[in-house]
């Protein structure tokens, strides 16, 4: 599989594509990563050095992949946290760019706006560009229980609810849906949860929380379900996979006590997932 992904980087810790790459490259895909940022380390930490890549240039990149006759390879577009206003019209441009050379490439999108906590964290224009222009044009989406609720401009809460907001996200183009970090007001203390829905079904698993803000876990959650899935062609099966990797990768970190994901020391997980949590079918 060949995924291009289109993702900020940065030289210290794991985001975007410093959080994508290696963990696909550990499960056998080859990956043509772009840049969007260049960065000393993840925004998070308040204070961060190094450029934001022009649209200008990050067109030109894959112009230059474009010219070397290989994305009629690509399997995936991939794209995550948009920094500018800019950068989605050159990833729009770059999916149909892709599926004209391969009508069977996916385009899959993080929808990076913000959580429930922090509210939104990204520029104002950007969550009315992703719901307008960006979502619309993608097979696969992977937004977060806050991003789904505005994407769609609905409260998901409950299964019920959440269910159906993950409808209103498939009305509007994509066919499949992953919602992390789904919070239902039911669940056991400590808990947290992940939510599959395709044209198949619909598909949930539950699992302890770690106690760790862990910049990047979403960035690895989107990446490996997409190739998964990708691989698969089951909802279910890249759920399960994913969760599983996801959860050890944190686990590490966790008891690492570093603010970083451990992400070079969890790669057994990556290519060897323990398959711990039950999958149940929900529709």
């Known amino acids: 599989m060949n995924i291009l992904s289109i993702q900020s980087a940065v030289a210290y810790g794991h985001v975007g594509n410093s959080a994508a790459v290696f963990p696909l490259q550990r499960i056998g895909v080859d990956v043509m990563p772009v840049?969007?940022?260049?960065?000393?380390?993840?925004?998070?930490?308040?204070?961060?050095?190094?450029?934001?890549?022009?649209?200008d240039?990050?067109?030109?990149?894959?112009?230059?992949?474009?010219?070397?006759?290989?994305?009629?390879?690509?399997d995936v577009i991939l794209s995550g946290y948009q920094g500018g206003e800019g950068i989605a019209a050159v990833i729009l441009d770059a999916v149909a760019r892709v599926k004209a050379a391969n009508p069977a490439a996916v385009y899959a999108c993080d929808p990076v706006m913000g959580?429930?906590?922090?509210?939104?964290?990204?520029?104002?224009?950007?969550?009315?560009?992703?719901?307008?222009?960006?979502?619309?044009?993608?097979?696969?989406?992977?937004?977060?229980?806050?991003?789904?609720?505005?994407?769609?401009?609905?409260?998901?809460?409950?299964?019920?609810?959440?269910?159906?907001?993950?409808?209103?996200?498939?009305?509007?183009?994509?066919?499949?849906v992953l919602v992390t970090s789904v919070e239902r007001p039911d669940r056991p203390a400590d808990t947290i949860e992940m939510l599959a829905v395709d044209d198949e079904g619909?598909?949930?698993?539950?699992?302890?929380?770690?106690?760790?803000?862990?910049?990047?876990?979403?960035?690895?959650?989107?990446?490996?379900?997409?190739?998964?899935?990708?691989?698969?062609?089951?909802?279910?099966?890249?759920?399960?996979?994913?969760?599983?990797?996801?959860?050890?990768?944190?686990?590490?970190?966790?008891e690492s006590g570093r603010r970083e994901l451990q992400l070079v020391e969890a790669q057994e997980f990556y290519a060897h997932p323990r398959m711990q949590f039950e999958v149940t079918q929900v529709r």
């Open 35 to 55: 840049y969007t940022v260049n960065f000393s380390n993840h925004t998070g930490y308040g204070a961060w050095r190094g450029p934001m890549i022009s649209p």
């Open 57 to 74: 240039d990050v067109r030109e990149v894959i112009t230059g992949v474009e010219e070397r006759g290989v994305l009629g390879e690509v």
């Open 115 to 176: 959580n429930a906590k922090s509210g939104c964290f990204v520029a104002p224009a950007i969550p009315d560009l992703l719901r307008d222009r960006v979502v619309p044009a993608a097979d696969i989406i992977t937004p977060n229980q806050f991003e789904l609720g505005y994407l769609t401009g609905t409260e998901p809460a409950d299964l019920d609810s959440t269910l159906a907001s993950v409808d209103a996200a498939r009305a509007m183009g994509p066919r499949t």
């Open 202 to 254: 619909a598909w949930i698993v539950r699992t302890p929380l770690h106690p760790l803000k862990a910049n990047g876990s979403g960035d690895v959650t989107a990446a490996l379900f997409t190739a998964h899935y990708r691989t698969t062609g089951s909802a279910a099966e890249a759920l399960a996979r994913t969760t599983s990797s996801v959860w050890d990768l944190l686990r590490l970190t966790h």
